[in-house]
Protein backbone atom coordinates (compact mmCIF):
# COMPACT_ATOMS: atom_id res chain seq x y z
CA UNK A 1 0.00 0.00 0.00
CA UNK A 2 1.45 3.43 -1.26
CA UNK A 3 1.55 6.51 1.89
CA UNK A 4 -0.16 8.96 1.40
CA UNK A 5 0.82 11.76 -0.99
CA UNK A 6 2.43 14.91 0.94
CA UNK A 7 0.57 17.95 0.36
CA UNK A 8 2.43 21.34 0.72
CA UNK A 9 1.29 24.83 2.55
CA UNK A 10 1.86 27.85 3.59
CA UNK A 11 2.75 27.90 7.13
CA UNK A 12 0.47 30.42 8.60
CA UNK A 13 0.01 31.82 11.97
CA UNK A 14 -3.30 29.92 12.38
CA UNK A 15 -1.16 26.81 12.33
CA UNK A 16 2.13 27.99 14.16
CA UNK A 17 0.75 26.58 17.38
CA UNK A 18 0.63 22.93 15.60
CA UNK A 19 4.17 23.80 13.81
CA UNK A 20 6.16 24.94 17.19
CA UNK A 21 4.66 21.79 18.51
CA UNK A 22 6.00 19.13 15.84
CA UNK A 23 9.51 21.26 15.93
CA UNK A 24 9.64 20.61 19.79
CA UNK A 25 8.81 17.36 18.99
CA UNK A 26 11.66 16.83 16.90
CA UNK A 27 14.20 17.94 19.35
CA UNK A 28 17.32 16.81 19.48
CA UNK A 29 16.94 15.56 16.04
CA UNK A 30 16.86 18.25 13.71
CA UNK A 31 19.26 19.80 15.73
CA UNK A 32 21.60 17.11 15.02
CA UNK A 33 20.60 16.79 11.00
CA UNK A 34 20.26 20.70 10.19
CA UNK A 35 21.41 22.41 13.41
CA UNK A 36 17.67 23.87 13.74
CA UNK A 37 15.88 23.57 16.85
CA UNK A 38 12.85 25.34 18.64
CA UNK A 39 14.87 28.75 19.34
CA UNK A 40 15.98 28.43 15.84
CA UNK A 41 12.86 28.44 14.85
CA UNK A 42 11.58 31.13 17.17
CA UNK A 43 13.84 33.54 15.39
CA UNK A 44 12.73 32.75 12.07
CA UNK A 45 8.87 33.40 13.04
CA UNK A 46 9.80 36.72 15.63
CA UNK A 47 13.06 38.06 14.45
CA UNK A 48 15.48 39.00 11.95
CA UNK A 49 14.16 39.51 7.94
CA UNK A 50 10.51 38.92 9.37
CA UNK A 51 10.46 41.74 11.40
CA UNK A 52 12.91 43.89 9.71
CA UNK A 53 11.53 43.15 5.96
CA UNK A 54 7.71 43.37 6.78
CA UNK A 55 7.78 46.93 4.86
CA UNK A 56 8.62 45.16 1.74
CA UNK A 57 7.84 41.68 2.26
CA UNK A 58 4.58 41.32 4.59
CA UNK A 59 4.42 37.64 4.37
CA UNK A 60 8.37 36.93 4.84
CA UNK A 61 7.18 34.10 7.33
CA UNK A 62 4.67 32.35 4.57
CA UNK A 63 6.28 33.11 2.04
CA UNK A 64 9.48 31.16 3.16
CA UNK A 65 8.33 28.44 5.31
CA UNK A 66 6.31 25.02 3.87
CA UNK A 67 4.15 22.90 5.69
CA UNK A 68 4.04 19.14 4.82
CA UNK A 69 1.36 16.97 5.35
CA UNK A 70 0.59 13.83 4.36
CA UNK A 71 -3.16 13.36 5.13
CA UNK A 72 -3.85 15.41 8.28
CA UNK A 73 -0.50 14.16 9.66
CA UNK A 74 2.59 16.91 9.72
CA UNK A 75 5.60 15.02 8.60
CA UNK A 76 7.75 17.98 7.57
CA UNK A 77 8.58 21.89 7.35
CA UNK A 78 10.64 23.68 4.52
CA UNK A 79 12.43 26.79 5.60
CA UNK A 80 14.08 29.29 3.41
CA UNK A 81 15.35 31.07 6.58
CA UNK A 82 16.79 34.02 4.50
CA UNK A 83 14.76 33.86 2.09
CA UNK A 84 16.74 33.21 -0.64
CA UNK A 85 18.76 29.57 -1.86
CA UNK A 86 19.04 28.07 1.70
CA UNK A 87 17.12 25.68 3.15
CA UNK A 88 16.54 23.19 5.47
CA UNK A 89 13.98 19.93 5.48
CA UNK A 90 12.53 19.40 8.88
CA UNK A 91 11.46 15.89 10.34
CA UNK A 92 11.00 14.42 13.70
CA UNK A 93 13.21 10.89 12.66
CA UNK A 94 15.04 10.11 9.47
CA UNK A 95 12.76 9.98 6.37
CA UNK A 96 14.04 9.72 3.29
CA UNK A 97 10.77 9.50 1.58
CA UNK A 98 9.70 13.04 2.78
CA UNK A 99 12.74 14.69 2.15
CA UNK A 100 13.19 13.20 -1.20
CA UNK A 101 10.13 14.73 -2.13
CA UNK A 102 10.94 17.68 -0.77
CA UNK A 103 13.69 18.30 -2.53
CA UNK A 104 12.05 17.31 -5.83
CA UNK A 105 9.32 20.01 -5.18
CA UNK A 106 12.20 22.51 -4.26
CA UNK A 107 13.76 21.86 -7.39
CA UNK A 108 10.83 22.38 -9.51
CA UNK A 109 9.80 25.46 -7.74
CA UNK A 110 13.17 27.02 -7.82
CA UNK A 111 13.51 25.95 -12.03
CA UNK A 112 17.24 26.39 -12.42
CA UNK A 113 17.95 28.56 -9.70
CA UNK A 114 20.71 28.08 -7.51
CA UNK A 115 19.81 25.92 -4.44
CA UNK A 116 21.66 25.35 -1.32
CA UNK A 117 21.15 22.83 1.79
CA UNK A 118 23.00 22.72 5.24
CA UNK A 119 22.46 18.95 6.25
CA UNK A 120 24.97 17.62 9.16
CA UNK A 121 28.41 15.72 8.03
CA UNK A 122 26.96 12.80 10.16
CA UNK A 123 23.22 13.05 8.73
CA UNK A 124 23.94 10.36 5.83
CA UNK A 125 20.89 9.37 4.99
CA UNK A 126 20.17 12.97 3.88
CA UNK A 127 22.88 13.39 1.74
CA UNK A 128 22.40 10.03 -0.17
CA UNK A 129 18.96 11.50 -1.05
CA UNK A 130 20.90 14.92 -2.17
CA UNK A 131 23.20 12.93 -4.05
CA UNK A 132 20.51 11.33 -6.16
CA UNK A 133 19.03 14.56 -7.06
CA UNK A 134 22.76 15.40 -8.60
CA UNK A 135 23.88 17.51 -5.27
CA UNK A 136 27.60 17.69 -3.98
CA UNK A 137 29.19 18.52 -0.99
CA UNK A 138 31.21 22.00 -0.42
CA UNK A 139 32.97 23.39 2.12
CA UNK A 140 31.39 23.42 6.32
CA UNK A 141 29.43 26.70 6.85
CA UNK A 142 28.71 26.30 10.04
CA UNK A 143 29.52 24.16 13.19
CA UNK A 144 27.08 23.43 16.01
CA UNK A 145 28.22 23.20 19.89
CA UNK A 146 26.42 20.94 22.53
CA UNK A 147 26.64 21.47 25.98
CA UNK A 148 25.29 19.05 28.64
CA UNK A 149 24.16 21.79 31.44
CA UNK A 150 24.98 19.17 34.28
CA UNK A 151 28.86 19.54 32.91
CA UNK A 152 29.49 23.25 31.98
CA UNK A 153 31.78 25.45 33.97
CA UNK A 154 30.10 27.25 36.83
CA UNK A 155 28.56 31.03 35.96
CA UNK A 156 31.30 34.34 37.00
CA UNK A 157 31.42 37.69 37.21
CA UNK A 158 34.22 39.26 35.48
CA UNK A 159 35.59 42.51 37.51
CA UNK A 160 33.87 45.51 36.86
CA UNK A 161 30.32 44.14 35.38
CA UNK A 162 27.23 42.78 36.14
CA UNK A 163 26.14 40.05 34.54
CA UNK A 164 22.07 39.24 34.93
CA UNK A 165 19.11 39.13 33.11
CA UNK A 166 17.98 42.13 31.19
CA UNK A 167 15.66 44.44 33.15
CA UNK A 168 13.19 44.88 30.36
CA UNK A 169 12.86 47.05 27.37
CA UNK A 170 14.55 49.86 28.70
CA UNK A 171 17.62 47.54 27.83
CA UNK A 172 16.89 46.95 23.97
CA UNK A 173 18.52 50.26 23.09
CA UNK A 174 22.00 49.37 24.74
CA UNK A 175 21.77 45.76 22.85
CA UNK A 176 20.92 47.28 20.10
CA UNK A 177 24.44 49.27 20.19
CA UNK A 178 26.19 46.05 21.31
CA UNK A 179 25.10 43.98 18.39
CA UNK A 180 25.63 46.65 16.06
CA UNK A 181 29.24 47.50 17.33
CA UNK A 182 30.30 43.54 17.49
CA UNK A 183 28.53 42.47 14.16
CA UNK A 184 28.83 45.82 11.91
CA UNK A 185 25.45 46.22 11.21
CA UNK A 186 23.33 49.58 11.54
CA UNK A 187 21.19 50.29 14.68
CA UNK A 188 17.70 49.83 14.79
CA UNK A 189 17.02 46.08 15.79
CA UNK A 190 15.09 47.65 18.88
CA UNK A 191 11.84 46.13 17.00
CA UNK A 192 13.21 42.59 16.74
CA UNK A 193 13.96 42.48 20.00
CA UNK A 194 10.39 43.77 21.01
CA UNK A 195 9.16 40.86 18.50
CA UNK A 196 11.10 38.31 20.36
CA UNK A 197 9.97 39.44 23.64
CA UNK A 198 6.08 39.15 22.70
CA UNK A 199 7.06 35.63 21.54
CA UNK A 200 5.15 32.47 23.22
CA UNK A 201 7.98 30.64 25.07
CA UNK A 202 10.55 34.07 25.61
CA UNK A 203 12.10 33.97 29.32
CA UNK A 204 13.90 37.69 29.99
CA UNK A 205 15.78 35.83 32.62
CA UNK A 206 17.25 34.15 29.16
CA UNK A 207 18.47 37.35 27.68
CA UNK A 208 22.05 38.08 29.81
CA UNK A 209 23.96 40.95 29.51
CA UNK A 210 27.05 42.26 30.78
CA UNK A 211 26.57 45.99 32.49
CA UNK A 212 29.72 47.71 32.68
CA UNK A 213 29.89 50.24 35.62
CA UNK A 214 28.95 53.05 33.11
CA UNK A 215 25.71 51.49 32.59
CA UNK A 216 27.02 50.45 28.43
CA UNK A 217 25.74 46.78 27.73
CA UNK A 218 28.89 45.74 27.00
CA UNK A 219 28.18 41.75 26.08
CA UNK A 220 24.68 39.84 25.25
CA UNK A 221 23.43 36.96 24.70
CA UNK A 222 19.59 35.08 24.61
CA UNK A 223 18.59 31.74 25.04
CA UNK A 224 15.42 29.61 24.97
CA UNK A 225 14.62 26.41 26.30
CA UNK A 226 12.30 23.61 25.79
CA UNK A 227 11.49 22.34 29.50
CA UNK A 228 9.19 19.31 28.02
CA UNK A 229 12.79 18.21 26.13
CA UNK A 230 15.20 19.72 27.96
CA UNK A 231 16.61 20.96 25.07
CA UNK A 232 18.08 24.88 24.76
CA UNK A 233 19.75 27.13 22.34
CA UNK A 234 21.58 30.59 22.65
CA UNK A 235 21.96 33.15 19.68
CA UNK A 236 23.16 35.23 19.62
CA UNK A 237 26.35 35.79 21.36
CA UNK A 238 27.51 39.39 21.29
CA UNK A 239 30.40 41.64 22.89
CA UNK A 240 31.19 45.25 22.06
CA UNK A 241 34.87 45.34 20.37
CA UNK A 242 36.01 48.16 23.50
CA UNK A 243 35.10 45.39 25.88
CA UNK A 244 36.48 42.85 24.25
CA UNK A 245 39.14 40.01 25.81
CA UNK A 246 37.96 40.66 29.17
CA UNK A 247 35.94 37.27 29.78
CA UNK A 248 32.63 39.50 28.72
CA UNK A 249 31.38 36.52 26.20
CA UNK A 250 32.30 33.51 28.31
CA UNK A 251 30.83 34.88 31.25
CA UNK A 252 26.66 35.65 29.46
CA UNK A 253 27.14 32.43 27.81
CA UNK A 254 27.80 30.48 31.39
CA UNK A 255 25.19 32.42 33.06
CA UNK A 256 22.52 31.96 30.29
CA UNK A 257 23.06 27.96 30.54
CA UNK A 258 22.86 28.15 34.34
CA UNK A 259 19.55 30.18 33.73
CA UNK A 260 18.37 27.38 31.18
CA UNK A 261 19.37 24.61 33.98
CA UNK A 262 16.91 26.12 36.18
CA UNK A 263 14.02 26.37 33.59
CA UNK A 264 14.04 22.69 32.55
CA UNK A 265 17.07 22.80 30.50
CA UNK A 266 19.69 19.59 30.10
CA UNK A 267 21.24 20.59 26.76
CA UNK A 268 22.27 23.79 25.08
CA UNK A 269 23.36 24.19 21.60
CA UNK A 270 25.10 27.14 19.74
CA UNK A 271 26.01 27.55 16.37
CA UNK A 272 28.88 29.42 15.07
CA UNK A 273 31.46 29.69 11.77
CA UNK A 274 33.40 27.12 10.87
CA UNK A 275 36.94 26.27 12.97
CA UNK A 276 38.62 29.43 14.15
CA UNK A 277 35.86 31.69 14.09
CA UNK A 278 36.06 33.72 17.16
CA UNK A 279 32.63 32.13 18.14
CA UNK A 280 34.01 28.81 17.52
CA UNK A 281 37.34 29.07 19.44
CA UNK A 282 34.83 30.10 22.65
CA UNK A 283 32.50 27.30 22.36
CA UNK A 284 35.47 24.98 22.47
CA UNK A 285 36.96 26.08 25.71
CA UNK A 286 33.93 25.65 27.41
CA UNK A 287 33.63 21.51 27.11
CA UNK A 288 31.16 20.34 24.26
CA UNK A 289 29.83 17.85 24.62
CA UNK A 290 29.02 17.50 20.87
CA UNK A 291 30.45 19.08 18.10
CA UNK A 292 28.50 18.89 14.81
CA UNK A 293 29.85 20.29 11.22
CA UNK A 294 27.33 21.06 8.95
CA UNK A 295 28.27 21.23 5.06
CA UNK A 296 26.72 23.13 1.68
CA UNK A 297 25.23 21.38 -0.60
CA UNK A 298 24.23 22.19 -3.99
CA UNK A 299 23.52 20.58 -7.57
CA UNK A 300 26.92 20.20 -9.49
CA UNK A 301 25.92 22.13 -12.32
CA UNK A 302 25.87 25.36 -10.06
CA UNK A 303 28.59 26.68 -7.38
CA UNK A 304 27.58 26.44 -3.82
CA UNK A 305 27.52 29.62 -1.91
CA UNK A 306 28.74 30.54 1.55
CA UNK A 307 25.91 30.86 4.06
CA UNK A 308 25.19 33.77 5.70
CA UNK A 309 26.32 33.85 9.72
CA UNK A 310 22.65 32.92 11.46
CA UNK A 311 20.65 35.55 11.78
CA UNK A 312 19.77 35.32 15.47
CA UNK A 313 18.77 38.99 15.86
Not at 25 to 37: D, I, L, M, Q, R
Not at 50 to 59: K, P
Not at 103 to 125: F, H, I, K, M
Not at 126 to 155: N, S, T
Amino acid sequence: MKPDPVKPAPLTDDVLVEALAFVKAANPFVEYTWGWETGRFIDFRWAGNNVLRRADDALFFEKHCTLLRRGDNLVGLIVAEYGRDDHCILTQSEDPATVDWAVQWLLDRRDGQRLTLYPSDEATWVHEVLEGHGFARGDVAEMGWGFDLGDVPDPFEPEGFVVEPIRGPEDFAGIDRCLSMAFGRELGREAVLESLAGNPVFLPELSVVARAANGDVAAYCRGTVDANTGVGSIDPVATRPDYQRRGLGKAVVLRCFDEQRRHGGTMSFIGSGPRGSDGSQLYEKLNPASITSYSEWAPRELPATSRQSPAGI
